[in-house]
């Protein structure tokens, strides 16, 4: 590829969407040399063009591209099948891992194998009606990794006959049917289970690791710590949680546990309000879900009942008017109120809370010490500085109180708030 064609793919590359897909490169005479996947387009195909050596083969590969096109995907295990489908039916020079007819691995669930199921991880699906396939998965050591953590929730078997015990029915991670100590009824809620994680519904699971992983620090176990940790994350990676949503999904299981809360709080609504001396108050309403801002279902409001400086009354007017429309089935109840303040803000907004017949969980951060206080608890808890679950009420509570002060900058950069003079 000369240089001013390699000028000119970069220049085009920077066109490429920011979205899930494929990309292919072609040389001169039109031949296909190499597909690939990417979450990102753009950042993947990019990456090409860096100074950097990027190893002999990728050298090679690149003296030979003179196009690069793309296909968008769904998302990333939509593209992980678009690429593994092309390089199957056009094999091209440059892909080896998939050349000889290697395929990437899926998760067998049998479902009636003598009644007892059992699971394995499998490089091509079998053709028959004795199991459930998932996948595909691009990284058997996530997937190994997640089988392993899920193990202790779901004490699945994998031998192949079982007519003798093994280490696994001793140490609790197999119901050992071998030893015919378990009813295919029994066996069968540990398949549906796990059948139901990789149909998607993880997030009990996950949260059930992370309370191990907890549970393990506590105790200053912290090799199973880490090892609990590790499968909770390679479950949520595998199962479509992005790097930055697992950070979320940790946070929000710490503060489920730290905090003791009824609830996985997935969905957090929190309040603060803005005056200047108690004059045109307004209020604000950030929504997080899975410990990520999801701004389309922020709120700003005035306050209309309230005169002076009475940041109590404030938070209970506002709260009431959210409480109203979520009675009146306008908006789904979140799973916890985050109030910005101390014990007298906290009883203002379950006072909201009860005239609405509302049951939602509802704690107060307040600024000075950083300091939680609960419904009929005495005095405040005092989370770990560096602990995940305060970090997510803080940005919850910061990001209320930006976006608070912004409604407040715009209404007096509109004129409707006087100016102090």
Request: glycine letters at 6%; aromatic letters at 10%; proline letters at 5%.
């Amino acid at each position: 590829m000369t240089l001013d064609r390699l000028s000119e793919l970069k220049e085009r590359v920077k066109g490429f969407p920011q979205a899930p897909g494929i990309y292919k490169m072609w040389d001169k005479e039109g031949r296909l040399i190499y597909v690939g996947k990417a979450g990102s387009l753009r950042k993947r195909v990019m990456s090409y063009f860096s100074s950097s050596y990027k190893g002999a083969k990728t050298e090679r590969l690149l003296k030979e591209v003179w196009d690069i096109t793309y296909e968008l995907a769904e998302d990333e295990r939509s593209a992980l099948l678009m690429e593994e489908r092309l390089i199957k039916e056009h094999r091209p020079k440059y892909n080896i891992a998939l050349r000889d007819d290697k395929t990437y691995p899926l998760l067998r669930i049998g479902v009636e194998d003598e009644g007892l199921p059992r699971v394995q991880v499998v490089r091509r699906p079998e053709k028959d009606k004795k199991a459930r396939f998932f996948g595909p998965f691009a990284n058997v050591k996530l997937l190994r990794m997640a089988l392993k953590g899920l193990r202790f929730l779901y004490p699945f078997r994998t031998c192949r006959t079982y007519r003798k015990s093994c280490v696994y029915a001793d140490i609790g991670l197999c119901l050992a049917p071998c030893k015919r100590k378990v009813s295919p009824e029994e066996y069968a809620r540990v398949r549906d289970g796990l059948v139901s994680v990789f149909s998607g519904d993880f997030a009990e699971a996950v949260g059930e690791l992370f309370r191990r992983m907890n549970d393990s620090a506590r105790r200053e176990d912290f090799e199973s710590a880490s090892f609990f940790r590790d499968s909770a994350l390679a479950l949520s990676s595998l199962l479509g949680a992005s790097a930055v949503e697992q950070g979320g999904l940790l946070a929000v299981y710490d503060l489920k546990e730290r905090l003791e809360l009824p609830v996985l709080p997935r969905r957090i609504e929190g309040f603060d309000v803005s005056n200047i001396m108690g004059e045109y108050a307004v209020a604000s309403m950030v929504s997080f879900w899975d410990g990520r801002p999801d701004k389309k279902n922020y709120r700003r409001y005035r306050i209309k009942t309230v005169e002076g400086v009475n940041d109590v009354a404030m938070i209970y007017e506002v709260v009431k008017r959210r409480c109203v429309r979520i009675a009146r089935g306008e908006f789904t109840p979140p799973d916890l109120f985050l109030i910005d303040g101390g014990p007298a803000q906290l009883k203002s907004a379950l006072k909201a809370l009860m005239e609405t017949n509302l049951d939602i969980y509802v704690v107060a951060l307040a600024k000075e010490r950083e300091e939680v206080y609960l419904p009929g608890r005495r005095g405040a808890i005092v989370l770990p500085r560096e602990s995940a679950g305060l970090r997510l009420l803080q940005a919850v509570r910061d990001e209320a109180h930006r976006f608070a002060i912004t409604y407040h900058r715009k209404l007096r950069h509109k004129g409707l708030i006087p100016k102090r003079r």
